[in-house]
């Protein structure tokens, strides 16, 4: 299983940004898939959950109406389109595989965002 994140960056308060995962390793399309950040200092945190088609998705109530989660079944890739960010976004986004915190994970693309 590999995953590979990217697509972060350092904005500033409202600004917005497009974050990519390309999985390999496992059939994709069967699979759940999550986005989950860590701040400075604190725990692992869940973002964000799309089923394996597409048809649900799942946000916490900290990124609701802000971000929107997608993926394309033929590239084997997940995204995250992050709007209106704030300071309290910044943090090393992970996506992982499967619903939730358990599964395995990509090394991370780090947000910044600035006041």
């Known amino acids: 299983v590999q995953l590979v994140e990217s697509g972060g960056g350092m904005v500033q308060t409202g600004g917005s940004l497009r974050l990519s995962c390309v999985a390999s390793?496992?059939?994709?399309?069967?699979?759940?898939m999550t986005w989950a950040r860590q701040a400075p200092g604190k725990g692992f945190e869940w973002v964000s959950s799309?089923?394996?088609?597409?048809?649900?998705?799942l946000y916490a109530d900290s990124v609701k109406g802000r971000f929107a989660i997608s993926r394309d079944n033929v590239k084997n890739t997940v995204y995250l389109q992050m709007n209106s960010l704030k300071p309290d976004d910044t943090a090393l986004y992970y996506c992982?595989?499967?619903?939730?915190?358990?599964?395995?994970r990509g090394p991370g693309t780090q947000v910044t965002v600035s006041a």
């Open positions: 992982v595989r499967g619903y939730g915190l358990a599964g395995p």
């Open positions: 390793g496992f059939t994709f399309r069967n699979y759940y």
């Open positions: 799309i089923h394996d088609d597409g048809d649900i998705v």
